[in-house]
């Protein structure tokens, strides 16, 4: 993939956020992959859906991730809890069957 310095024209450089956007979502559906698991894994352990220790983790990690790239944690913070909160709502649907 090109880097953003090497797109000469709007073109190549929409095509290349194109490709990225949709290696963005492939791997968001590959984390959604883990989150079903993390669902059938949880009963067996006897832990809840939302473990805010976890959760406070994972956002540090990105966060200070984000700062080391050069992106504002304060974006990235915002995406993850959103993304976060999803999770765990998808993990209450199967663990309260």
Do not use: F
């Not at 006897?46 to 990105?62: C, F, N, Q, S």
């Amino acid at each position: 993939m090109k880097a953003p310095t090497d797109c000469h024209n709007m073109t190549e450089l929409r095509a290349a956020i194109d490709a990225l956007d949709s290696q963005i979502v492939a791997l968001i559906a590959r984390r959604a992959g883990y989150i079903d698991r993390a669902a059938e894994l949880k009963p067996a352990e006897g832990l809840p859906a939302r473990i805010d220790e976890r959760v406070e983790d994972v956002v540090a990690k990105v966060c200070a991730r984000a700062n080391a790239e050069g992106l504002d944690p304060a974006l990235v913070e915002q995406i993850w809890r959103m993304m976060i909160e999803w999770s765990i709502a998808r993990e209450e649907q199967v663990l309260g069957r």
